[in-house]
């Protein structure tokens, strides 16, 4: 196995970090406190949220954003950042949207097609 460069001494270090130790905490803390505030909410305002957070993120991820856009769509830039598994949901989204726009553009180029060979 060979060593690690620079780069990957410098992200070992900060990963055995104190710091970063106790970012990580911050960072469970805070998903759990959300998650209590999220399932002290009534009905109603879970329904609320859940419509306006599919709603801002669809939007947004329909129109090509990236991560950083999806974080202003939200209005959460640039705390976003750390919002867990925030990343992982753009990137779902972003790329069911490219696939159903790469579909829908070799069906517009095949009925283009079609035309100009009639």
């Not at 001494?9 to 505030?37: F, H, I, P, T, Y």
């Not at 329909?62 to 856009?69: I, K, P, Q, V, Y």
């Amino acid at each position: 196995m060979t060593e690690p460069n620079e780069l990957g001494k410098a992200l070992q270090e900060w990963w055995d970090s104190d710091a970063c130790k106790q970012m990580q905490k911050a960072n469970q803390e805070a998903k759990q406190r959300a998650v209590g505030k999220y399932f002290m909410l009534s009905e109603e305002d879970k329904l609320d949220m859940v419509q306006a957070i599919c709603y801002i993120m669809c939007k947004a991820e329909s129109e090509g954003t990236s991560h950083r856009g999806l974080q202003d769509a939200l209005g959460i830039y640039p705390a976003g950042f750390w919002v867990d598994h925030l990343m992982e949901v753009h990137n779902s989204l972003w790329s069911y949207y490219h696939d159903k726009k790469a579909e829908k553009d070799l069906r517009d180029d095949l009925d283009a097609l079609e035309d100009f060979i009639k």
